[in-house]
């Protein structure tokens, strides 16, 4: 996601008056004021800042947003988007002086800053300059809103607590806002379909037509850089307000003055706005109850899921069901309460008894727990009666994880000749040559079908970054960087890469797999969900030069041709930008000297067993036909025995043995992958890591 300049490598420089080139003339004019005859209450005053003074207030700004980045402000004075809204890529990075708001409510416990001394010529300017009347009381808080392109808000009102006018000020470019009573957005759609904008920032004549207004908004005002907006009566009381997905960074300075709860006048405004606030919300949940929440997310390549897409098919019964199993258990569980404990007289509940058996059964389960660790201590080498063997342990690349190393031998036998590409009696492959690109049957069938048949099961024991990979994204994800994680799996690396780059000022990752099980994990699983689209890795459908940084990590070994590896290792750097690195790992063929995985592979080409459990089947059933209700009384179990084993290989929920297509390299042979991209490209070192060979290689030109 595109951030605003950075402070401290000169913004207040890079936006001073020499460099702030806007569609706006840089000449000073004297304000105007245009109110709005479709919204009463609105006036939009243009011109009320000098071009001086706006260089001056916007220096000031980035400044101080980079000062609440780095945790230097005094309490919740800056308020970063929350993650629940980045997926929707709604709200906005905020300042916050006097009063602090979450979710358009006013909290008064919660501490920020005093009005800062710098706005308050702007104040003074909008005074002399006639947004203010003379009635009006002088703003005691200012929110700064910083959106970067694509941000936005949804339609709102503001908290009636504050005081009208409410005054909006905006720098840096000139952008539109939406007003109506109830309006229903947004739908998901692409902002640039939805709001099409001129160079110069104003809305077209296009969206102007009534045609493209969609329910319930009535106005559509521009707001031009340097203007001051200002909100009474109807417009902000009735009229809701809200900011589509913006085409350039925008700042903005609202002012606002909290009013007192004990005065009539104030009762009267909060009692009015919220009961338009409420007939509002009645008429969106209306509208919006059988659609899908999607907001204005850009939409990526075909096939997506995530933020970056459509829902995969299914999402959203998947969802009911899920929130309708949770709420039968919850209730499960209150009916169980209420009738083991009921109500006393004074409010209380009573604990149940415990039986005389229960707490006989629960002494001796205790008893034995109690014997079982004294002779833990007594004989800490011993289990069972047997001498127990001290495992080895294996240094990660880090430098500081240790991992133990299995002490089961896991033999993986040599992948058959003709199910390779090229191999002999492969008809697939051989007789019908395939399509340039195409990826071999070995791949489709041992490794993209065996990964959605187990993604739930290999989600649950992968869940972090390896230590080394920790380790790289510690060191090369930057303040904003971009990450490309080719071949992301189940996502388990983004929480490292997020992490990484919170303590930095934010990054964002965009992950890609061939696995739809996998990706599904990723997009409705992960909180925050990660961005994902599925797609040939050999094949990224990703611009050139646009990551800071990449990851590929175990999945060169699931390539069973070398043109595929090279074109897969030329994929992954090809998107990376020049002075970019990418991270690779690939398992061992030498696992003896510190694998840790106790895998023995008796060729390069190998199959890799991963054993499916059994999943939860009805009770008293042994398959999914036997468990059908209508079988008869009679039947006998050896029948029903058979009948199961017939049915086995087609029941998802049976224990079943899938073979993993693996290509293990030796060493040098990971090196010899971008040997034909040395003119562009420079491996920085290769390096062993518990089992894998690895590879940092960075874009030299």
Known sequence: MPRPPDARSGAAAEFGAGALEESESGQQHSGSASPCNAVPGLVVHENVLTETLHDKVLAWVLETLELGRDGKLVGNTYAPVPDKWKVRNQSREMLQFGVFTHSNRVEKNVEVMPMPEALKEVIELLRDKGVYHGDDGTPDSVTVNLYNPGQWIPPHIDNPQFERPIVTVSLRSTQPMTLGRGMRWPEGKDPSEVFKQSSEGSLSAEFNDSTQKREGEEAIVTLPKNSAVSLRGAAADSY???????????????????????????????????????????????????????????????????????????VSELEQRQRARARAIAEKSEKKYKASAGATGDGLRDVPETSKSRLKKDAKKAAKLAAKARKREENPTQQNGQVKKEKETVLSADGVTSLEKSNRKRTCPACPPEMLPGGKGNMNEDAAPQKPGAMPSVEIENVQKVYDAVAAQWHGTRYRAWSGVEDFVTRCVVRGALVADVGCGNGKNAPAVLAAGTTRGGAEIVGCDFSIGLLEICAIERNPPVEVFACDACTLPLRSVSFDAALCIAVLHHISSEQRRKQLAFETMRIVKVGGCALFYAWALEQETGGVSGHVFQGQDVLVPFHKRGGAVAKGSTGKDAA??????????????????????????????????????????????????????????????????????????
Request: charged residues 35%; glycine residues 8%; hydrophobic residues 30%.
């Open 628 to 701: 059908l209700k209508g079988n008869d009384e009679d039947e006998s179990r050896d029948e029903r025995k058979v009948e199961a084993e017939k049915n086995k290989d087609d029941d998802e929920t049976s224990e079943r043995v899938y073979q993993r297509y693996c290509h293990v390299y030796k060493e040098g042979e990971l090196r010899g992958l971008f040997d034909h991209m040395s003119d562009w490209t420079r491996v920085n070192r290769v390096y062993y890591d518990c089992g894998n060979w690895c590879a940092e290689v960075t874009r030299t030109s």
């Open 240 to 314: 809701e307000h809200a900011v589509p997905p913006v085409s350039n960074f925008r700042a903005s300075l609202t002012f606002r003055k909290l009013g007192d709860l004990e005065d009539p006048e104030t009762v009267k405004r909060i009692a009015y706005a919220e009961q338009r606030r409420g007939e509002y919300r009645v008429a969106r949940a209306e509208f919006n109850k059988n659609q899908v929440k999607k907001g204005f997310g850009f939409v990526g390549p075909l096939g997506a899921v995530g933020r970056l897409g459509p829902l995969p098919e299914g």
